[in-house]
T-cell receptor, first 110, second 116 residues
Framework: GIQVEQSPPDLILQEGANSTLRCNFS?????LQWFHQNPWGQLINLFY???GTKQNGRLSATTVATERYSLLYISSSQTTDSGVYFC????????????FGTGTRLKVLA | GAVVSQHPSWVICKSGTSVKIECRSL??????MFWYRQFPKQSLMLMAT?????????EQGVEKDKFLINHASLTLSTLTVTSAHPEDSSFYIC????????????FGEGSRLTVL
């Protein structure tokens, strides 16, 4: 099945810093989403981005489907950005399910 | 966006008992819902795909007799952990794709199960 790897696995930032999180996938996909899991476990939808670039405030994402990767940019990080970031992909192979990446655990220090 | 609600958020039970977790789509109809399991500091692992009006499709290695899934209506799917044991303690999360066939996935709040 499709493999989804995220990097870096862990990241510590000082408040105000910028960062780039990466999601690599091993096969073609027709859907890709980025999520933020907060300390209580809730998964927050950040971007639905099977291709192209989107921006929402301090966050933006780019997916280059032909090269099998997606990037999540966080600018001017805040302590509330702490948590785990996951990408999830759906393959067009007909299995109709999302596979989650390995996650990036982010801690933003005040 | 679509709203998915999960209940209960926390449950503690004795070994050998069964626990039911409910997942509801509040403002849309979901013909398909997904159940995930997450161990501490790990990613989400898909357990099964719940299909309204038919049997669930389980992932390899997931015991269908242990994790009973019922999707009796377009807004409700339930996961029952039968004869729970301490190794079943985990964070269980349901999800559904929103309307308009965009394929965007929305998650419930999750249910943290502790089996004593």
């Amino acid at each position: 099945g499709i493999q989804v790897e995220q990097s870096p696995p862990d990241l510590i930032l000082q408040e105000g810093a910028n960062s780039t999180l990466r999601c690599n996938f091993s096969d073609s996909v027709n859907n890709l989403q980025w999520f933020h899991q907060n300390p209580w476990g809730q998964l927050i939808n950040l971007f639905y981005i099977p291709s192209g670039t989107k921006q929402n405030g301090r966050l933006s994402a780019t997916t280059v489907a032909t090269e099998r990767y997606s990037l999540l940019y966080i600018s001017s990080s805040q302590t509330t950005d702490s948590g785990v970031y996951f990408c999830a992909v759906k393959s067009p192979s007909g299995t109709y399910k999302y596979i989650f990446g390995t996650g990036t655990r982010l801690k933003v220090l005040a | 966006g679509a709203v998915v609600s999960q209940h209960p958020s926390w449950v503690i039970c004795k070994s050998g008992t069964s626990v039911k977790i409910e997942c509801r789509s509040l403002d849309f109809q979901a013909t398909t819902m997904f159940w995930y399991r997450q161990f501490p500091k790990q990613s989400l692992m898909l357990m099964a795909t719940s299909n309204e009006g038919s049997k669930a499709t389980y992932e390899q290695g997931v015991e269908k007799d242990k994790f009973l899934i019922n999707h009796a209506s377009l807004t409700l799917s339930t996961l029952t952990v039968t004869s729970a044991h301490p190794e079943d303690s985990s964070f269980y999360i349901c999800s559904a794709e929103g309307t308009a066939n965009t394929g965007e996935l929305f998650f419930g709040e999750g249910s943290r199960l502790t089996v004593l």
